[in-house]
C-alpha cells in the first residue's frame, strides 16, 4: 500500500513538472521564470499571477504587499516549492487583470529580513503571465 501511494504521488509530482515547464517563455532577473498562457481575450485586457518560492515571505508581518503602477492589489503570506499556475488565488498568489502593456510592480513586506522585490512586465491580451519573485 505504502509503494502505491508513493508512485501516485510520484506520478502526479512528475506530471506536474512536465506541465508546468512546457509554458516557460522567458526568465527575468531577480523575477524569475515567467509562462505565459492563453485566457479568453476581454477589452483589451489580461492578466498576471504573482507569487513567491522564498520561505522567508513567512516572516512578514502581514505578507508581501503587492503593488502595481503604484496601486495596492493584495498581500500573499506564503510561499510554494512548486510553480504556480496562472489564474491561482490565495496565501501563495495573487491574480490581477490588467490593461493590455507595459506595468511596474513591487512587492514589499514589514520586518527585517522580509524581502522586497521590484521590476515591469507585458501584459497582452488575453493572456496571463505567471511571474515568481525569487530569492
Keep these: ?5 508513493i508512485q501516485i ?5 512528475v506530471f506536474s513538472i512536465m506541465l508546468v515547464s512546457c509554458n516557460k517563455e522567458s526568465f ?6 515567467i509562462s505565459v498562457v492563453g485566457t479568453n481575450p476581454t477589452n483589451n485586457t489580461g492578466s498576471i499571477t504573482i507569487w513567491t518560492s522564498n520561505p522567508l515571505v513567512t516572516i512578514c508581518s502581514a505578507g508581501l504587499r503587492i503593488s502595481i503602477d503604484g496601486n495596492f492589489k493584495g498581500s500573499i503570506s506564503d510561499y510554494s516549492s512548486v510553480d504556480i499556475n496562472c489564474g491561482t488565488n490565495g496565501t501563495k498568489s495573487i491574480t490581477i487583470i490588467l490593461s493590455e502593456g507595459s506595468h511596474s510592480y513591487t512587492a514589499n513586506g ?15 491580451k488575453g ?5 515568481e519573485l525569487t530569492k
Excluded at 1 to 5: A, E, I, L, P
Excluded at 127 to 131: F, G, N, P, T, Y
Design 127 to 131: 493572456k496571463c503571465v505567471a511571474l
Design 28 to 33: 527575468i532577473e531577480n523575477a524569475g521564470a
Design 110 to 124: 514589514t520586518g527585517t529580513f522580509c524581502p522586497k522585490y521590484s521590476g515591469s512586465f507585458t501584459v497582452k
Design 1 to 5: 500500500m505504502k509503494n502505491k501511494f
Design 9 to 13: 504521488v510520484y506520478s502526479i509530482l
